[in-house]
Nanobody, 123 residues
Framework: QVQLMESGGGLVQAGEFLSLSCTASGGDFSRYHMGWFRQAPGKEREFVAGINWSGSVTYYGDSVKGRFTITRQVAESTVYLQMNSLKPEDTAVYYC????????????????WGKGTLVTVSS
């Protein structure tokens, strides 16, 4: 059973940056594809970014391409989401997810989820 713990959320102003972390435990991190999703109040869940098990392939939602970067450190069992040029519409709870098959889009159905971390971007 894989447990995921997100950290790094907070309140920032538009145009600033923030970095999220997700640390995995209880499983072999190197065997899982990882990703980030987000959900804003009153809106459906949105795919943010995904990364394959080796870190060699990444995927991004259209709304964050060019601004967000996903990376992973196998030795630390951690996946990161660097968020630059933040906008008020990026405000949401951000969830980390893991899956043995892939986390590539909104159609992915990850087996494991974190509890989420809140990101608020003020205008």
């Amino acid at each position: 059973q894989v447990q995921l713990m997100e950290s790094g959320g907070g309140l920032v102003q538009a145009g600033e940056f923030l970095s999220l972390s997700c640390t995995a435990s209880g499983g072999d991190f190197s065997r899982y594809h990882m990703g980030w999703f987000r959900q804003a109040p009153g809106k459906e869940r949105e795919f943010v970014a995904g990364i394959n098990w080796s870190g060699s392939v990444t995927y991004y939602g259209d709304s964050v391409k060019g601004r967000f970067t996903i990376t992973r450190q196998v030795a630390e069992s951690t996946v990161y989401l660097q968020m630059n040029s933040l906008k008020p519409e990026d405000t949401a709870v951000y969830y980390c997810a893991a899956d043995p098959v892939g986390v590539t889009s909104i159609h992915s159905r990850p087996d494991y989820w974190g509890k989420g971390t809140l990101v608020t971007v003020s205008s």
